[in-house]
């Protein structure tokens, strides 16, 4: 059977070249393994077409038919997509041999999640939001990103940097890029001796012979020369998107804005470990050039601090996102996956799951920090277990990692517009730091199946320290006086707390 892998993903005006650029990634690495590959969509932007044309990849279809219709036409074994709307068909559940092919997904965060046969979430809380998928395999953080082959081989290679280079990816879809021009050159040159370098503009209205006004800036088309110019700037000022991966492999100090709400994870995670310079939102540019400027003439003039920038993005980036992604497709139909390829997964209760709850439950500091703490007897837990998994309005979940079961989170309804969290970890899980995740893993259930609400209660006994730096560290805040009462937060022992659920 031939080994064709079909990669599904648009490049647009309307949204980039990112999700092309990873697919790109994705190519290299499978025909390294002996795939064949095609891609499949709309590749409408001039910038992608050379990528495409540059990297012999063909364009097998523009993505107008079902994706298993191609499939089934092509004789793919896998289809691999990196797309946000929902173009593939179900998980095929009698595994990649039976339906004829493998299902292969990238999501960002909460963006193109779908149940798949491997899924690669490469945002900082890729762990958690990945866990609510079905899959095989599971590969998360932002050490998975999609990293080109021609990008890891400029690690180390660095030239001349005397410019700095501003680039809001291949069609500037946010339409950012005039905004961020301006505060490089405000840098560049707002000191009194202005700073030795050029500021470079990748421009797509230069591309199409349009006159993008920069003042003070060179302005360039999109090419595929990019990451040559990457290398030759002492910082790139740009979108937190896919850019980023790419210039933390090379060693590129970098200014990032948050463009737009799917970039809102990495632009956090970028900026709270020392990666990027923060430049805010789209919306602040203009109405806070000044101050950005200064920052940005700040760390342009300090060699230590763009050395550092660089150190710290790299520490979160190997390049080798692709090649595991590849590898994960062989496992699965060989069947060399297992439990431990699952990463974090979260799973409604079943009738099987009773003993052990109730043996979570009764465990001596469980109840010593749980409201109520008499031991449960078995008929008292069994009658009250095969009530929960009966009720709509509750829901009983398994946390877990890998082939471990680390703990539940139940959500119980509270009128239309709340619901009360709690949780148990297991016995053996203290202590190791595991609690936030399994109440995000819980969050994000609740959040994709959960049918509506706006808000998270719990009730805390106040002297579980704990169990209160827990909910504070994910954004629950003390329950205001009419909240507290309704829920016997009036009684000395107990605290409630709240969180909006977004």
Not at 18 to 39: I, Q, Y
Not at 51 to 68: I, K, N, R, S, Y
Not at 380 to 386: P, Q
Request: aromatic residues 4%; proline residues 5%; neutral net charge.
């Amino acid at each position: 059977m031939p080994r064709l892998a079909l990669l599904r993903c648009d490049a647009a005006a309307t949204g980039g070249v990112g999700h092309l650029v990873r697919c790109l990634a994705v190519a290299e690495a499978a025909r390294a393994a002996g795939w064949d590959v095609g891609l499949v969509g709309s590749v409408d932007v001039p910038l992608a077409r050379a990528l495409v044309t540059g990297a012999g990849l063909p364009v097998l279809a523009d993505g107008a038919e079902p994706l298993e219709e191609t499939a089934r036409r092509t004789g793919a074994r896998v289809l691999h997509v990196d797309h946000y709307t929902a173009v593939t068909p179900p998980l095929p559940r009698g595994g990649p041999g039976e339906a004829g092919y493998l299902l292969s997904s990238v999501q960002d965060g909460r963006w193109g999640r779908r149940d798949a046969d491997v899924v690669l979430d490469a945002s900082p809380t890729g762990h958690v939001t990945a866990s609510v998928v079905d899959a095989r395999v599971r590969l998360t953080g932002p050490r998975q990103a999609l990293v080109r082959a021609g990008v890891r081989a400029r690690l180390g290679t660095r030239g001349p940097t005397g410019q700095v280079l501003v680039v809001a990816g291949g069609t500037d879809a946010a339409g950012i890029l005039p905004a961020l021009a301006a505060v490089a050159t405000a840098a560049v040159g707002g000191s009194a001796d202005g700073l030795p370098y050029e500021v470079v503009v990748v421009d797509p209205a230069a591309a199409v012979g349009g006159r993008a006004r920069h003042p003070g800036a060179v302005s360039r088309p999109p090419g595929p020369d990019l990451l040559d110019q990457a290398a030759r700037s002492a910082l790139v000022v740009t979108a937190a998107g896919t850019t980023t991966s790419e210039l933390a492999v090379m060693g590129v100090p970098m200014a990032v804005v948050q463009a737009v709400d799917n970039q809102a994870e990495t632009y956090r995670d970028l900026v709270a470990s020392g990666a990027a310079l923060p430049l805010g939102t789209a919306a602040g540019l203009l109405r806070d050039r000044d101050r950005l400027a200064a920052d940005l003439r700040e760390v342009l003039a300090d060699a230590g601090r763009l050395a550092g920038l660089a150190a710290a993005a790299a520490a979160r980036v190997d390049g080798a996102g692709a090649a595991r992604l590849v590898a994960a497709w062989d496992a699965v139909w060989t069947g060399r996956t297992a439990d431990g390829d699952r990463g974090w997964w979260v799973a409604r209760a079943a009738p099987g799951d009773s003993d052990l709850l109730l043996a979570w439950r009764n465990d001596a500091q469980t109840r010593a920090q749980s409201i109520t703490t008499d031991p449960v007897s078995p008929s008292a837990h069994a009658a009250w277990f095969s009530g929960v998994l009966a009720d709509p309005g509750r829901h009983l979940l398994l946390v877990g990692s890998g082939a471990q079961r680390v703990g539940t989170v139940r959500f119980d309804r509270l009128g239309a517009g709340a619901w009360e969290v709690s949780l148990t970890l297991a016995p053996e899980s203290r202590g190791r730091g595991l609690s936030g995740t399994v109440l995000s893993c819980g969050e994000e259930h609740l959040l994709a199946h959960g049918g509506g609400g706006d808000r998270l209660v719990a009730r805390v006994r106040e002297g579980n320290a704990a169990s209160l730096a827990l909910f504070g560290r994910a954004g629950y805040r003390p329950a205001d006086a009419r909240t507290s009462a309704a829920l016997g937060g009036d009684h000395p022992g107990l605290r409630v707390v709240v969180k909006a659920l977004a």
